[in-house]
DNA sequence: GAGGAGGTGAGCCACTCGGCTCACCACTAA
DNA sequence: TTAGTGGTGAGCCGAGTGGCTCACCTCCTC
């Protein structure tokens, strides 16, 4: 072996071990076909739960072989989790808190997201897989707690703080304010969604529960001039 | 043949068509075994879910055969609705409304209930498995809202609706009220257990869960006189 | 044009599943 | 004593499971 050669290969390997650079091609077909399988079983996840879809039917359904899958992903489980993973990683980009100062109009802002978050397609099945597996999947709930509930929670908590300390509301305990705020929306516009598959509230009604749960912390914790305006 | 065995065998006839009489002794034995079916099938459900329970575990933890267990319940979904069905049968007897006047103590009392329901244990996983499961089994999921959801719903509802007409609370739409009301509650001490396996409040926070969310009531819907006690 | 990556298709493995059947047993009631 | 019930154990069936492997192909990049 000659020395060029020798360091031919001393230069692959460090580059190898440093980068591990499989050339751009390549990496992007394998970057298609996981999201391809990732799309796919995500909506036979959500369609037919978690032992209702076996890997075979995900691969047929993705356009790629078995073994592709068991490339990408060693088991079912990973893939599960990267599906409930990924589901959430569109909310890159976090709305503004309402400025403090209208209570009534900043409970509304807070509110009406919190309904359009629950009400998009697929919220449902994905709440019901997660839920079902939590008992074998422990993290898959605390990430979907973390990244779909807590942001909300999070928001009306540190704009009812704000609110507090601008003087327009008054309250002791901004995370049991919150919780309430939330709950009372949530228990009319999701949960029952949960055990009723035809729930489906009209607009009015959604709107209305969002209304009505403005006007019950306004009565709450509403200063004297934020009750009427 | 003689007459008085035809009379014998038509007597027979009929009350087998009527009752179905197959003896006291084994209609007992019977009872026993399914009870004990249905024991063990609520069990390894709430433990494993409906596909993660097979029934040859079931009929094995039931010590029953495999073939009495197909006698009993022609198909695994049949027995599965069997059990969430009967999980509510115990509580044929229900508590009394509190009685109008007191619109601080009538709410407190229906909401220590409420959450002392939702403590039960096997509560949570009972839910778990009835929400996995309604898109394969709808019915599943009406009853358990109709047998475990509505009754508090409706008890809150008709209670509001009393103080209303008693003057001691003031309010247009009982219905909304009583889904704050229990919204606020559940959103704390049950909701957050379906993605958290370890959310276990403990009986003070639970406690003051509830007591805000009658303070938050008594605001909204209270009448000048019941605000303070 | 050679190297090497990722994808492919097929197939093996050991298992489990729900559903179903049947001959036989234990036991009570008449 | 006998008829008839419900329970029993064993076993069969076809299908499907997740996990894993391997030789082979395709196609870009150097």
Chains 1, 2 share one sequence.
Do not use: C
């Not at 589901?87 to 900043?106: H, I, Q, S, T």
């Not at 704000?162 to 304010?177: H, I, P, V």
């Amino acid at each position: 072996m000659e020395v060029s050669q020798v360091t031919h290969l001393a230069v692959r390997g460090i580059l190898e071990g440093m980068t591990a650079q499989p050339s751009e091609y390549h990496r992007r077909v394998a970057a298609q076909k996981r999201t391809s399988i990732v799309e796919a079983a995500t909506r036979l996840f959500l369609d037919s739960g978690y032992d209702g879809t076996s890997l075979a039917r995900i691969a047929e359904a993705a356009g790629v072989s078995r073994a592709t899958l068991f490339k990408q992903f060693t088991t079912k489980a990973a893939l599960f989790e990267a599906i409930v993973t990924e589901y959430w990683k569109v909310d890159d980009e976090e709305a503004p808190l309402p400025e403090p100062g209208n209570l009534r109009a900043g409970l509304e802002t807070i509110g009406r997201r919190y309904v359009a978050l629950l009400a998009q397609p697929g919220m449902a099945a994905l709440f019901r897989i997660v839920i079902a597996e939590v008992p074998r999947f422990p993290e898959i709930g605390e990430t979907q707690f973390r990244l779909g509930k807590m942001p909300y929670f999070e928001s009306v908590r540190r704009y009812l703080a704000a609110e507090n300390a601008a003087g327009t509301a008054r309250l002791d305990d901004a995370e049991t304010a919150a919780t309430q705020f939330l709950g009372m929306i949530s228990n009319f516009v999701f949960w029952p969604r949960m055990l009723l598959a035809r729930w489906e509230p009209d607009d009015s009604a959604v709107t209305n529960a969002v209304d009505q749960a403005v006007l019950t912390m306004l009565a709450r914790y509403g200063t004297p001039g934020t009750h009427g305006a």
